[in-house]
């Protein structure tokens, strides 16, 4: 087993930014097919390393890059959590999607599976609305769904953004998110626990000078923003009833609402016709890649990417 990890950079969709984007695949091997990474809020994608290093052993060519204002994306002028002046969540997609067409370039011939953790789950949600007919399956982890009700927020972010301006950034805004996301975890050392069972994640996690990022209002904006219109109702009418969907979560992720957010998401797909497995892990939280499950999370993802690949997929 030979696996390469390249790191290289494209021009982001706001035509001044550089986006890094880390490339894995075992060259020894006949690539299957292309599988594309969301990663989620605070963090980046170098944190996939071993989930994409398992893909790549089983013949796939792995990629993703950092969002803007995170990990390598981040300007050296405006910093880690600032993402963009104006409409940074619709950047998000069109830079997955501009990456898309740099590996489609390489290998046409490969089929697409794109995959979403957490505010990346909300990306990929969107990319498919818009980008479908280029993917032949879509994974979406640790996801959730905004309640219409809750579209307020998004006003709020945005209103804040334009009274202080987009760069503004508190200690307040991570506080009181991990607290919020906290509220669900009983008997909590920190407030992070919602993030993982592991106290070895959460650690590597603290660690990690490119996670647990302070956003800028701009970053908390197109959070919310991408967020909620990746919860839009009508989401499931938009997408192919036709494309293999994969949703896994933590039972205890707080994200989805300890399940009830998630099963909301399949039940709308299920009512739309959509082919949809739903795999809950009972007492996992957030981070269901980094748990210490012995590879039982990575084996049901290879499991499902076998059917949905050979057009077997099922529900």
Request: hydrophobic share 40%; net charge negative; charged share 25%.
């Given at each position: 087993m030979a696996i390469i990890r390249k790191e290289t950079y494209f021009t982001s969709s706001t035509g001044v930014d550089s986006i890094r984007t880390l490339i894995w695949q075992d060259a020894s091997l006949e690539p299957r097919a292309l599988f594309q990474i969301a990663h989620g809020v605070s963090e980046h994608?170098?944190?996939?390393?071993?989930?994409?290093?398992?893909?790549?052993?089983?013949?796939?060519i792995v990629?993703?890059?950092?969002?803007?204002?995170?990990?390598?994306?981040?300007?050296?002028?405006?910093?880690?959590?600032?993402?963009?002046?104006?409409?940074?969540?619709?950047r998000f997609v069109d830079d997955m999607h501009?990456?898309?067409g740099i590996m489609k370039k390489r290998f046409a011939q490969l089929p697409l599976i794109l995959f979403g953790h957490s505010m990346g789950s909300f990306c990929a949600k969107v990319y498919a609305s818009v980008f479908g007919e280029e993917l032949s399956?879509?994974?979406l982890c640790g996801t959730g769904q905004i309640p219409p009700s809750l579209d307020f927020v998004a006003v709020s972010?945005?209103?804040a953004a334009e009274k202080f301006g987009p760069r503004f950034t508190s200690e307040k805004i991570l506080s009181l998110s991990n607290k919020f996301a906290?509220?669900?975890i009983p008997d909590k050392e920190d407030d992070l626990d919602w993030l993982s069972i592991s106290r070895k994640n959460i650690e590597n996690y603290?660690?990690?000078?490119?996670?647990?990022?302070?956003l800028t209002l701009a970053g908390a904006r197109d959070l919310i923003n991408i967020a909620v219109l990746g919860s839009n109702p009508n989401w499931a009418n938009t997408i192919s009833t036709e494309l293999p969907i994969m949703i896994i979560s933590g039972a205890k992720d707080p994200i989805g609402l300890n399940g009830k957010g998630v099963l909301a998401v399949a039940d709308r797909l299920e009512m739309t016709g959509h082919m949809t497995q739903v795999i809950l892990y009972p007492n996992l939280r957030h981070e269901?890649?980094?748990e210490e499950t012995d590879g039982r999370v990575y084996n049901d993802i290879l499991k499902w990417l076998e059917k949905a690949l050979s057009g077997k997929s099922e529900d």
């Open positions: 994608i170098g944190r996939y390393d071993d989930f994409a290093r398992f893909l790549a052993g089983n013949g796939f990629f993703g890059n950092d969002h803007l204002g995170h990990g390598k994306s981040a300007s050296e002028e405006a910093g880690l959590g600032f993402t963009a002046e104006k409409d940074g969540h619709f501009i990456l898309t399956g879509l994974i972010a945005r209103e906290s509220l669900l603290k660690k990690d000078p490119l996670c647990g990022i302070q269901i890649l980094n």
